[in-house]
């Protein structure tokens, strides 16, 4: 539709997905550089620093539009890609709509 | 644009994510650094998953999330294992409850940072593309909420994220 009506801006797609089993995030972008996201799975720096984030147990993924702070090991998602998060996992899979 | 949060894991009091770290959703709120925009004031929204419901709960308004007391304050009271965030930096539409993220049909929460281009110029188009039974959910008048909508149209529910979302994203077919 974008081509039709002869729109030459970008699509900006950064969104998360959630039905209370699986956590969905996708970073993408028509053209262009999308909006950025990052995940972290290993909480475990923050303990150290943030007492409160000792009742933060493995298996935990946190996606962000950008980090919460220096301490964590943030890993970027790639632009075009699908992140899908539950048990503790996180997998990621190219997101390249056709 | 905005800047959004998503948690998965364990139960743990929302506000370990986001209030407490150093640069929390609260503090990006003001300083955000990657955004397009450093201060998303336009409203804020938090939705979260409990376990004894199945639908996600929902707590959205359209003040500065920093000037929100009750925003902290439930977040350190609900334990979730499932939960996003967001706030806003409006792209055109209105500053409304309605238009503020996460979006809720059923069990699903979207959340989304990004544009449609040229949205006014298209929005009765796109519109028209929500399945009936859905349209009369649709609340607000921003392009994320009928990027939402066109996605369940789309199927997310019977495909999760994955087929849905990559033909909302590349409007097929409109």
């Known amino acids: 539709m974008l081509t039709e009506h002869r729109i030459e801006g970008e699509l900006q797609f950064s969104a998360a997905i959630a039905n209370g089993d699986s956590l969905f995030a996708v970073r993408y972008a028509s053209h262009g550089t999308p909006r950025t996201l990052y995940y972290a799975t290993d909480l475990d720096a923050l303990q150290t620093v943030y007492e409160e984030f000792s009742a933060i147990p493995e298996g935990s993924v946190v996606v962000v539009s950008e980090p919460l702070g220096p301490l964590l090991n943030w890993e970027a998602v790639p632009p075009g890609t699908l992140l899908e998060a539950g048990g503790g996992k996180v997998m990621l899979e190219s997101f390249r709509p056709n | ?174």
């Open chain 2, 1 to 174: 644009m905005c800047r959004w949060i998503a948690y998965s894991g364990p139960a743990i009091p929302m506000s370990l994510a986001l209030v407490t770290p150093e640069h929390s959703l609260l503090v990006q709120s003001q300083n955000a650094t990657e955004g397009a925009e450093t201060t998303n004031g336009d409203g804020f929204g938090v939705g979260w998953y409990s376990g004894h419901l199945g639908t996600p709960g929902i707590y959205r308004d359209v003040r500065p999330a920093w000037n929100d007391d009750n925003f902290r304050d439930l977040a350190r009271h609900i334990r979730s294992h499932m939960f996003m965030a967001h706030i806003r930096a409006a792209t055109g539409s209105a500053i409304q409850r309605s238009n503020c993220h996460p979006f809720r049909h059923g069990n699903w929460l979207f959340q989304h940072n990004g544009l449609i281009p040229e949205f006014r110029r298209i929005r009765r188009e796109l519109l028209l593309r929500v399945a009936p039974e859905l349209f009369d959910e649709i609340c607000g008048t921003t392009d994320s909420e009928l990027l939402f909508y066109l996605a369940l149209t789309y199927g997310l529910e019977q495909n999760p994220a994955r087929h849905s979302a990559a033909r909302s994203a590349k409007l097929k077919r409109c």
